[in-house]
T-cell receptor, first 114, second 113 residues
Framework: AQSVSQHNHHVILSEAASLELGCNYS??????LFWYVQYPGQHLQLLLK??????LVKGIKGFEAEFIKSKFSFNLRKPSVQWSDTAEYFC????????????FGSGTRLSIRP | DAGVTQSPTHLIKTRGQQVTLRCSPK?????VSWYQQALGQGPQFIFQ???????QRGNFPDRFSGHQFPNYSSELNVNALLLGDSALYLC????????????FGPGTRLTVT
């Protein structure tokens, strides 16, 4: 079955540190890739998405992600985190054959020390 | 511009009971999807409704059913509740099926005792 793996369950960083959250998916066909963020007490929000084209995509709040097809990966990065980035981050994928169904990873909790 | 709304916010039910959760999509959206998010897990797709029909379904038993109304709002019904049904139920709306940008509501926290 198709799945999304997020290897880091909880990441703790200090402000201004660089961030990279790993995401791998298992599906050999055409995919669309997403990162969603859930700030404490708020809804799930779309951070960025990849459909096609440039594999390096930029999202809101200075986040970016790189799609590496050969590695089935879509890692999230930010050069310098802020305390306000404290949240739960979810990687997700939809497959061309089932475009409406979003498959989510289990999430990574990011805690930023001020 | 009203976002996705869900009601109720919290709900406590007993095993064996039935529950109905409600969702109003974002203004201008016509498609509603439902997800179950267990504690510490990512959301899992239950099903999607478009034009008042179930268009796609995830790996959930028939105890989970839904409905979409002419105004695009939707209900999720769960029969014969089990303890394992305790979770946050999320509704997401989009414009058309296959549209990849889904907007999520705040969720309904269901606790089954």
């Amino acid at each position: 079955a198709q799945s999304v793996s997020q290897h880091n369950h909880h990441v703790i960083l200090s402000e201004a540190a660089s961030l990279e959250l790993g995401c791998n998916y298992s599906y050999g066909g055409t995919v669309n890739l997403f990162w969603y963020v859930q700030y404490p007490g708020q809804h799930l929000q779309l951070l960025l998405k990849y459909f096609s084209g440039d594999p390096l995509v930029k999202g809101i709040k200075g986040f970016e992600a790189e799609f590496i097809k050969s590695k089935f990966s879509f890692n999230l990065r930010k050069p310098s985190v802020q305390w306000s980035d404290t949240a739960e981050y979810f990687c997700a994928v939809t497959m061309y054959s089932s475009a409406s169904k979003i498959i989510f990873g289990s999430g990574t909790r990011l805690s930023i020390r001020p | 511009d009203a976002g996705v709304t869900q009601s109720p916010t919290h709900l406590i039910k007993t095993r064996g009971q039935q529950v109905t959760l409600r969702c109003s999509p974002k203004s201008g959206h016509d498609t509603v999807s439902w997800y179950q998010q267990a504690l510490g897990q990512g959301p899992q797709f239950i099903f999607q409704y478009y034009e008042e029909e179930e268009r796609q379904r995830g790996n959930f038993p028939d105890r989970f059913s839904g409905h979409q109304f002419p105004n695009y709002s939707s209900e999720l019904n769960v029969n014969a509740l089990l303890l394992g049904d305790s979770a946050l139920y999320l509704c997401a709306s989009s414009l058309g099926t296959g549209n990849y940008e889904q907007y999520f509501g705040p969720g309904t926290r269901l606790t089954v005792t």
